[in-house]
């Protein structure tokens, strides 16, 4: 798997573990539906890998207590998961979001703009698509007309907004 | 016309930069073409049956005449001298190179256009009206709004890998002109009881393998919100729409399987969160639009033209022309004038450059430089003074496109079907020109009076044969193309979806069933009848009798 | 398209060129516009070997879609039996002067 963001390949700080016995003082990410166990168990810092068909209201008592939520993309096209980080971060998650799954570069700048901060993707498509190919998919287009889409200082600038200033 | 700033300008051409990287990863194997395939097709490009295909949005249906002969310029240096326009009002060009691709974008965005959005899983060209900004019956020029929406849709982030293709359209008139009610979402403007000009959204049409007429979701939504709306109603379909079956992936199943009551309920709970996260919605950038489209300047006309009346006179051919073709435009003095793309014996809605030119020469003198694309697959000179009727008229004869026969049995709408589309399965264009030509006779359309005919080359119903008076769905059937007839389609306030004759006939036995139906309605038809009407009143049952003795002689 | 069941033979190879976009078809060596000069497979071994050209070319960024069309030999020529491969191999019916028959007089 290649994990990056908006700066690069960076290693993931997370692991799996075998029994959540192991979990203590560790980074574990384990499935969301274990997730009441993981936070039982104590983990130094506990995320979970969600499938893109749940309610954002199912993540709703866990949002602080998740330092990373990973959603699945089971396809590059199946764009659920981008409405649905939308609206984690409309209920206020601070977290890490991670979209993990096969999608190609052109996708990471709109993965950005729906409240991802990183993905993480298989190793055949890696193989394909580099880490260049990813960050250079970033600068492509530097404008957008939707409103308020761009996080902090990156992502395309909004078109409306510069209008709205001129 | 809208008008682009330097900001629309910027973002088209980055995109033109995008897609023109996105060809080299393909060429190079970093894309496969599994993935290539969806990129692609967000840029318009298929690949059909002969060739490559490039599909180019016109926004609502205007171009300028700069535009125009932009197109005719591609068509000539890219593609083999003719463009195709279809009932999404955009123009296709069927014999594009991959690698030229790019260079076509690049001469697109000299005259801000481009292909963004013309096909695939997202959110398509908004259409309108063809006789947007002129029709006397509109509350108001719907295409600021559709340019509202286009800008919003364009390259939305959220939006763009939805289960299905999603369509759009805009109407302004008590008379549905743009088939709102076939469309995903559909929005017409209207004005409330307090005198405010606002939007119904209806939702859910669609035609297709599952048609469906679209459903009132909102009665009167205040112009401000309108984006707001929309957004939660993509939102609920990008979500809880089906991903499992291709076949089922539209609204139109989402809103059929939940039904309507539940949808509407998920919207407006997800509507009552966007409202609460976003700033107060304001109409800055509708008024900004609104302003870029400069009202043409219109003169003080008489309401008759003496000039019109004599040379109409003087030629029957001109006389019925301006019967057929005119449209009755919101200034006097002026009419809206549809140049027909269904020459007899034609290729329905196919154009050639030097057509293209004509016409935009024509639009450049005569109409505020202005053309529009019907969904009818005709074009439209918006604002043309009557004086200047017959000068049009005359340029049109000497091209080929003085047709008159605007809603006659031979205004055939026809998808590209198996001559060049991939996913047909059957032609359709030989059998609109085969039908053109056997109801040619002028008196004869004349005496049938306005009916629709409709084919399309396979399920997917590009060609709306649904909705159609007379339509025609082209299938296979035992190894050869065989053709099922539906009548009593209607596309507009009275939209019906048509009824099945009978059994798929071979394409040589079509005109004689469709000449039996014909006999039906003209022996039995009152006074100023339609066929539709004609339909309404006796159903389907005679029709089907009529047509049973051509099945049977066949089978 | 994804050959699902090999259909019975004689077969040839039809794809599109990747760049081009255009309908052509495996030959004795490389790729033909011209159904004539298409190479006609016989048996199950000929028929795998065209296919293996075809998935090998489509790795190579060379072609896309390739799959195996049968066809029925007439007059020495290659004629796909579906209507839909037969059009693919001239141009589009109303427009003779387009397309393939229009290239090579078919
Ligand atoms: S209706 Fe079918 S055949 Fe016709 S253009 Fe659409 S997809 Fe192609």
Redesign the interface.
């Known amino acids: 798997m290649l994990l990056l963001d908006r700066n690069g390949a960076k290693p993931d700080p997370f692991i799996a573990v075998e029994t959540l016995d192991d979990a203590p003082g560790k980074n574990v990410i384990d499935a969301f539906a274990s997730v009441d166990a993981l936070l039982a168990a104590g983990p130094a810092q506990a995320a979970v890998l969600a499938p893109n068909d749940l309610d954002a209201e199912d993540f709703a008592p866990y949002l602080d207590r998740l330092a990373l939520i990973a959603i699945r993309f089971p396809s590059a096209t199946d764009g659920r998961g981008f409405s649905l980080a939308r609206q984690l971060r409309r209920l206020g998650y601070k977290g890490v979001l991670r979209a993990s799954g096969p999608l190609f570069p052109d996708q990471f700048p709109q993965a950005l703009a729906c409240g991802f901060d990183e993905v993480e993707i298989p190793d055949a498509n890696a193989a394909r698509q580099p880490v260049a190919q990813w960050l250079a998919a970033l600068n492509r287009v530097t404008l957008s007309y939707q409103r308020d889409y761009a996080r902090g200082a990156t992502g395309p600038a909004s078109i409306l907004d510069r209008r709205a200033r001129s | 016309m809208y008008a682009y700033d330097e900001l629309d300008r910027q973002i088209v051409r980055e995109r033109v930069a995008q897609f023109a990287s996105q060809v080299e990863r393909r060429l190079d194997g970093s894309l496969t073409e599994e993935e290539f395939r969806p990129l692609r097709l967000k840029n318009g490009v298929y690949l059909q049956l002969h060739a490559y295909m490039l599909r180019v949005a016109i926004p609502y249906g205007g171009l300028s005449s700069r535009q125009l002969r932009q197109l005719a310029l591609i068509a000539e240096k890219y593609d083999r001298g003719y463009g195709h326009f279809t009932t999404r009002t955009n123009i296709q060009f069927n014999w594009p190179k991959l690698r030229e691709i790019p260079a076509i974008l690049g001469l697109l965005a000299d005259v801000d256009m481009h292909a963004i959005q013309t096909s695939g899983n997202c959110i398509r060209n908004t259409t309108t009206d063809c006789f947007a900004g002129a029709a006397f019956d509109e509350i108001e020029d719907p295409r600021p709004t559709a340019e509202w929406i286009r800008q919003w849709s364009t390259l939305h982030p959220e939006f763009d890998w939805l289960g299905r293709k999603f369509k759009i359209a805009v109407t302004a008139t008590q008379q549905d002109r743009a088939v709102l009610r076939g469309h995903d979402v559909g929005v017409r403007i209207v004005r409330n009881a307090a005198g405010e000009t606002g939007y119904r959204l209806y939702v859910g049409g669609g035609l297709g393998r599952t048609p469906m007429e679209g459903k009132l979701v909102r009665d009167f939504l205040p112009r401000a919100e309108l984006l707001g709306y929309l957004e939660a109603i993509l939102r609920v379909y990008n979500l809880e729409g089906r991903r499992d079956n291709k076949f089922k992936a539209r609204i139109k199943i989402l809103v059929h399987e939940i039904g309507l009551e539940a949808f509407r309920a998920q919207v407006e709970a997800e509507y009552s969160k966007v409202v609460a996260a976003a700033p107060a919605p304001d109409l800055r950038e509708f008024e900004r639009i609104t302003a870029s489209f400069d009202a043409p300047d219109f003169a003080d006309l008489p309401e008759v033209s003496r000039k019109l009346e004599q040379a109409q006179a003087a030629d029957p051919d001109l006389a019925q022309f301006v019967a057929r073709n005119l449209f009755r435009h919101k200034k006097k003095g002026y009419v809206a004038l549809t140049i027909s793309l269904k020459s007899i014996g034609g290729a329905p809605g196919d154009a050639t450059a030097e057509q293209m030119r004509a016409v935009a020469d024509l639009a450049e003198q005569f109409s505020f430089d202005q053309v529009r694309v019907s969904y009818k697959q005709n074009l439209v000179l918006p604002h043309v003074r009557r004086d200047d009727v017959p000068e049009i008229f005359a340029v049109l004869k000497a091209q080929g496109l003085a047709t008159p026969n605007v809603d006659l049995i031979t205004d055939i709408i026809c998808c590209p079907g198996l001559d060049y589309c991939a996913l047909a399965t059957a032609r359709s264009i030989p059998l609109a020109q085969t039908l053109s030509r056997h109801f040619a006779d002028p008196d004869k359309q004349k005496e049938i009076g306005e009916l629709s005919i409709k084919i399309s080359g396979c399920i997917n119903a590009c060609a709306h044969h649904h909705i159609a008076n007379i339509g025609i769905l082209g299938l296979e059937k035992s190894g050869g193309e065989s053709y099922q007839i539906t009548i009593g389609g209607d596309p507009g306030d009275q939209y019906a979806l048509g009824e099945l004759l009978g059994p798929g006939l071979p394409a040589s036995a079509v005109p004689e069933a469709i000449d039996r139906v014909i006999g039906v309605y003209l022996d039995a038809r009152r006074q100023g009848e339609t066929f539709i009407e004609t339909y309404r009143r006796l159903g389907v049952t005679p029709f089907k009798a009529a047509f049973k003795e051509i099945a049977d002689a066949v089978a | 398209m994804a050959v699902v069941k090999r259909p019975p033979f004689p077969v040839i190879l039809v794809a599109?060129d990747?760049?081009?976009?255009?309908?052509i078809f495996a030959a004795e060596h490389g790729w033909t516009r011209d159904v004539r000069a298409a190479r006609v497979a016989n048996d199950a071994e000929a028929a795998q070997a065209l296919e293996q050209f075809g998935a090998a070319q489509?790795r190579a960024?060379k072609v896309?879609?390739a799959y195996l069309v049968d066809v029925e030999i007439e007059a020495g020529v290659p004629v796909p039996r579906?209507?839909?491969e037969r059009?693919?191999t001239l141009?589009?019916?109303?427009?003779l002067d387009?397309?393939k028959q229009a290239d090579f007089h078919l």
């Open positions: 599109n990747l760049v081009e976009g255009e309908v489509a960024c896309v879609d579906h209507y839909r059009l693919r141009g589009p019916s109303h427009r387009l397309g």
